[in-house]
C-alpha cells in the first residue's frame, strides 16, 4: 500500500501569478490581457489562482499572437484615448483660464 503511493505521478506543475510574471517577463496588465483573451487559461483552487507549466511554456516558446478583430480593437481603443485626452486637457485650461479672467480686477 505504501509503495503505491510514493509512486504515484505528482501531476503537472503550477505556477502563481508571480512566477509567471517572472518567467515570461511580463507585467501584470499582458497577464490579465492573456487570461482575457483566453491565451492563457488560469486554474482555480479555491482562492488560488495557478496556471499550468505546458502553457506557460508554449506561450515562452511560440508567444501570443493578437487576431485582426484584437488589432483593430487596440488602434481604436487608441485613438479614442488620445483624442478625448487632448480634448480634456484643452477643456480643463479653458475653465482655469476663465476663472482667471473672473478673478482678476478689470481696469
Do not use: D, Y
Amino acid at each position: 500500500m505504501l509503495s503505491e503511493l510514493r509512486m504515484e505521478p505528482t501531476g503537472p506543475r503550477l505556477f502563481t501569478r508571480l512566477e509567471v510574471l517572472a518567467v515570461l517577463k511580463i507585467g501584470e496588465t499582458t497577464l490579465f490581457w492573456l487570461q482575457r483573451t483566453g491565451k492563457l487559461s488560469p486554474i482555480r483552487i479555491g482562492s488560488r489562482v495557478l496556471f499550468n507549466a505546458a502553457e506557460i511554456e508554449r506561450l515562452a516558446t511560440h508567444g501570443a499572437t493578437l487576431t485582426e478583430a484584437e488589432k483593430e480593437a487596440a488602434r481604436s481603443c487608441r485613438s479614442k484615448t488620445s483624442a478625448s485626452g487632448a480634448a480634456g486637457r484643452r477643456g480643463r485650461h479653458a475653465v482655469s483660464r476663465e476663472s482667471a479672467r473672473r478673478a482678476s480686477p478689470r481696469a
